[in-house]
């Protein structure tokens, strides 16, 4: 914040997700009068349909060595859980140059040291959330971690021991007899590991949640608004909206996700942020499903939702707004479906496709952009849920008082 200017009293967040809502929580704990700004609703981008998983010690740099190997093979199979269109797209094409070309164990190591801060401070932001009147909950119990041989768990056992080494607890043990514990795994799932440590959530429900206790503390949240530019006008910002309305404020937060760019560029933000799109969808087990369950060499995340099994998987870079493509629902399903018993695959409900937002270096964009008062806070990849709390009530903390958390300071948007 620059020397003599005041800390803000009105603020727009532009987005209804997680990390927006989040923000914007944190930003009234201080005393200031939010307006949320969504085109769509509630959690409407990536925050309703994705896994859940509040699991910090999981949230790691997505481009690593493995990528040299396995994108060839994957841009050659329309039905591999990483999906990339061939089709002529500059932009599409630089971001994956250099996503890809932080694929070394040294730019790896160094984007777990980068996320490690703020990870350890994950899981008691949202308890903090909980305990400030959001009216939801989180649910610890051990991932479920399965593979088909022995020899595919030694990739993600070696994963953890990076990230213990960079300053997590991630508690990792054999389960002896899995199905006891897991009945809905066949006899195809011969390895299964337990990770501690972790909780999940239906995250549409909590995201509501906390979009009902800003609401309550006296905030507003207009999910008819269509925000076409943030600027700066006299002493203030304004952001404009695509019905020819305009909002005036002290500062304004850009928490779109993956539509981050259309907004942030022309105030000095220049990373590039890829639409990771997810899909997802759930299913009906003959027996409760009881803990996450992750299939790593599959990509595949499922997660206790409703009573039901919510199913997850692919990174499929694509734009943000384009329709799901059923196609890769088949995909997920013909993927699990050999590793899977006792439920019914083939009668699926709340099938999603959400847009995560992708950075090349695998670090969000959080903090101050060029234009006084305006702030950038997105491109947390898949963890966006998991990170979205502490991200908000961190940048809140710097819109208020100008110091940069060093938990955020690696983030900044004009690096």
């Known amino acids: 914040m620059p020397v003599n200017s005041p800390a ?18 944190h930003l009234q704990e201080h005393g200031v009068e939010v307006t949320v700004l969504e085109r769509e609703g509630v959690a409407a981008g990536a925050s309703w349909g994705n896994a859940g998983w509040l699991a910090p010690g999981m949230a790691m740099p997505l481009s690593d060595p493995s990528l040299w190997a396995y994108g060839p093979r994957a841009m050659l199979d329309p039905a591999a859980p990483l999906s990339i269109p061939l089709r002529i797209d500059p932009t599409l094409w630089s971001f994956l140059t ?106 549409g429900d909590f995201v509501e949640a906390l979009a009902q206790s800003v609401r309550e503390r006296g905030g507003t949240i207009d999910t008819t608004a269509s925000v076409t530019r943030a600027t700066r006008r006299g002493n203030g910002v304004v952001a404009e909206l695509g019905d020819g309305r305009s909002v005036d404020a002290d500062a304004i937060v850009l928490a779109n996700g993956a539509w981050l760019p259309g907004l942030a560029r022309e105030h000095g933000v220049r990373t590039l942020v890829q639409a990771g799109r997810g ?22 995340a499922c997660t206790p939702f409703h009573g039901r099994l919510r199913i997850a998987g692919t990174m499929e870079f694509r734009r943000p707004d384009e329709p799901l493509r059923a196609r890769r629902i088949d995909d997920i399903v013909n993927s699990v479906r050999p590793l899977f018993t006792n439920m019914d695959l083939d009668d699926r409900q709340d099938e999603w496709v959400g847009s995560r937002p992708v950075t090349p270096d695998g670090l969000p964009l959080v903090g101050a952009t060029a234009t006084p008062g305006i702030y950038a806070a997105g491109g947390h990849g898949m963890w966006g849920i998991v990170l979205g709390p502490a991200t908000g009530k961190l940048l809140a903390q710097q819109m208020m008082t100008g110091v940069v958390a060093p938990q955020i300071a690696p983030f900044d948007p004009l690096r």
């Not at 803000?8 to 929580?25: E, F």
């Open 8 to 25: 803000p009293r009105r603020v727009v967040i532009v987005g209804a997700g997680m990390v927006g809502l989040a923000t914007a929580w």
């Open 98 to 203: 250099r996503f890809i070309s932080r694929a070394t164990n040294r730019a790896w190591a160094q984007t777990m040291d980068a996320l490690t801060g703020i990870d350890l401070l994950a899981l008691e932001a949202f308890d903090e959330l909980v305990a400030g009147g959001v009216q939801a909950e989180t649910k610890e119990q051990p991932f479920i971690i399965g593979f088909e041989k022995e020899e595919q768990s030694r990739h993600f056992r070696h994963e953890m021991e990076l990230v213990e080494r960079a300053g997590q607890s991630v508690p990792l043990t054999t389960v002896e007899n899995p199905r006891q514990l897991v009945p809905q795994l066949t006899d195809a799932v011969q390895t299964v590991l337990a990770l501690g440590g972790q909780r999940f959530m239906a995250p």
């Open 279 to 300: 899909y997802s969808f759930s299913v009906a087990t003959d027996q409760p499903a009881e803990y996450p369950i992750y299939f790593p060499n599959r990509r595949v």
